[in-house]
């Protein structure tokens, strides 16, 4: 069956320090993968975009790599502070030239001072 | 600044009320999305519509219907609702399928609906 897990449902770091969050895939082969940032009772909010053919993407301190034989995506936010805090959400395009994702079911993080 | 806007950020029903959810986004965007949002459950598909009077279902479109009459404005409608359907509903759009821009959906800020 076609299932997207994350690392776990919650990890705690030290500010300063990585964080990585981890999103596994069985059972699909997505062209696009994002991630999202998700606050308390508030929507999603988009953070980056890669394509199947892209190894890695940046954008200020955070960082995406998918790695389509491992069927892994990872998300690293490096500095960490504690406004980082919030759940993070993995998306997989499900076919229809990335027009329809999945998501998974997030990690929540906290950064603590 | 894309902005999707959901009518209510928090409404009370009553079971077997007829419920109408809705959604306007201001950037022309061809796409639109409803999920629903429960805990442990993470962000399930409701309906999806790629154009106007077009509708397609998603993994869980039992007991709600949509209505894209213009493309700025997609409507979830719960026909009779029931307390299972308390949850957070989410709207979103998205533009280009292709992602040239390297942008994703764009949601809005949710509408907690309990039913009672």
């Known amino acids: 069956s076609q299932k997207i897990e994350q690392n776990s449902e919650a990890l705690n770091i030290q500010e300063g320090k990585t964080a990585t969050l981890t999103c596994n895939y069985t059972?699909?082969?997505?062209?696009?993968l994002q991630w999202y940032r998700q606050d308390p009772g508030r929507g999603p909010v988009f953070l980056l975009l890669?394509?199947?053919?892209?190894k890695e993407k940046r954008k200020e301190r955070l960082k995406v790599t998918f790695d389509t034989t491992l069927k892994q995506s990872l998300f690293h936010i490096t500095a960490s502070q504690p406004a980082d805090s919030a759940t993070y959400l993995c998306?997989?395009?499900?076919?229809?030239?990335?027009?329809?994702?999945?998501f998974g079911p997030g990690t929540r993080l906290s950064v603590l001072p | 600044d894309v902005k999707v806007t959901q009518s209510s950020r928090y409404l009370v029903k009553r079971t077997g009320e007829k419920v109408f959810l809705e959604c306007v986004q201001d950037?022309?965007?061809?796409?639109m999305f409803w999920y629903r949002q429960d805990p442990g459950l993470g962000l399930r598909l409701i309906y999806f519509?790629?154009?106007?009077?077009?509708?397609e279902k998603g993994d869980i479109p039992e007991g709600y219907s949509v209505s894209r009459e213009k493309k700025e404005r997609f409507s979830l409608i719960l026909e009779s609702a029931s307390t299972n359907q308390t949850s957070m509903y989410l709207c979103?759009?998205?533009?280009?399928?292709?992602?040239?821009?390297?942008?994703?959906?764009?949601f809005g800020s949710g509408t907690r609906l309990t039913v009672v």
């Open positions: 979103a759009s998205s533009l280009d399928p292709n992602f040239k821009a390297n942008y994703g959906y764009t």
């Open positions: 059972n699909y082969s997505p062209a696009y």
């Open positions: 890669i394509r199947e053919n892209e």
């Open positions: 998306a997989l395009d499900i076919g229809n030239y990335g027009q329809n994702f999945v």
């Open positions: 950037m022309d965007h061809e796409n």
């Open positions: 519509s790629y154009d106007v009077k077009m509708k």
